[in-house]
């Protein structure tokens, strides 16, 4: 059993930047590879940000890429987004997942334990 808590987000100015926090429990965290997904209101989720188990392998949505970074501390059990250049469109909210295994797909499914999610509002 899981538990995965999200924490940062908030309101900031077009251009801004947050970084958002991924604690979790469990005595097997660095076996398992982690993402990031977002969902805005009327819109389905959609991916972000993974990060294999060991922190080597990494990949993002096209929409973020070059200003999003996914990172992780297996000894502290946190999974990290940090969020640069921040646009309009980012509003949403953030939720933390952890994969089925140490490096997964995109798709939700492939996630088995979800945050409560984490809002991120970007206003001009």
Same mark, same amino acid.
């Given at each position: 059993q899981v538990q995965l808590v999200e924490s940062g987000g908030g309101l900031v100015q077009v251009g801004g930047s947050l970084r958002l926090s991924c604690a979790a429990s469990g005595r097997t965290f660095s076996t398992y590879g982690m993402g990031w997904f977002r969902q805005a209101p009327g819109k389905e989720r959609e991916f972000v940000a993974r990060i294999s188990a060991s922190g080597t392998l990494r990949s993002y949505a096209d929409s973020v890429k070059g200003r999003f970074t996914i990172s992780r501390d297996n000894a502290e059990k946190t999974v990290y987004l940090q969020m640069n250049s921040?646009?309009?469109? &980012?509003? +949403? @909210? #953030? #939720?933390? +997942?952890? *994969?089925?295994? *140490?490096? @997964? =797909? =995109? +798709?939700? +499914? &492939?996630?088995?334990?979800? *945050?409560q999610g984490t809002q991120v509002t970007v206003s001009s």
């Open positions: 921040l646009k309009p469109e &980012d509003t +949403a @909210v #953030y #939720y933390c +997942a952890r *994969g089925r295994t *140490g490096w @997964v =797909t =995109t +798709a939700p +499914a &492939d996630f088995d334990s979800w *945050g």
